[in-house]
Nanobody, 120 residues
Framework: QVQLVESGGGLVQAGGSLRLSCAAS????????MGWYRQVPGKQRELVVAITSGGKINYADSVKGRFTISRDNAKNTVYLQMNSLKPEDTAVYYC??????????????WGQGTQVTVSS
């Protein structure tokens, strides 16, 4: 059984930093891309940043220069370092594993979400 377990959300003042982690566990052969999306009530879920197994990274313009993604392929874990946080970064952050191959089935898998709140 595959799981994505997220950690690291919380409350921080504007200008502060947080680090999110997401670990995929279970019967996993490979994962193509891992990334983070965020959603606020009443709006669509949006891409924050994603990284492929080969290291190609795609950042949303709104977080470029402030957020940094990294990935440990051996541990099927992805990290998101968020610096210079702004109130508009407040959202539920979801980890995503795209092209997760178990050897039998390929999934697009989501974590349960972690709340990030930035106070002004």
């Amino acid at each position: 059984q595959v799981q994505l377990v997220e950690s690291g959300g919380g409350l921080v003042q504007a200008g502060g930093s947080l680090r999110l982690s997401c670990a995929a566990s279970g019967s996993i052969f490979s994962i193509n891309a891992m990334g983070w999306y965020r959603q606020v009530p009443g709006k669509q879920r949006e891409l924050v940043v994603a990284i492929t197994s080969g290291g190609k990274i795609n950042y949303a313009d709104s977080v470029k220069g402030r957020f940094t993604i990294s990935r440990d392929n051996a541990k099927n874990t992805v990290y998101l370092q968020m610096n210079s946080l702004k109130p508009e970064d407040t959202a539920v952050y979801y980890c995503n594993a795209d092209g997760l191959w178990t050897g039998k089935v390929m999934y697009n898998f989501w974590g349960q979400g972690t709340q990030v709140t930035v106070s002004s």
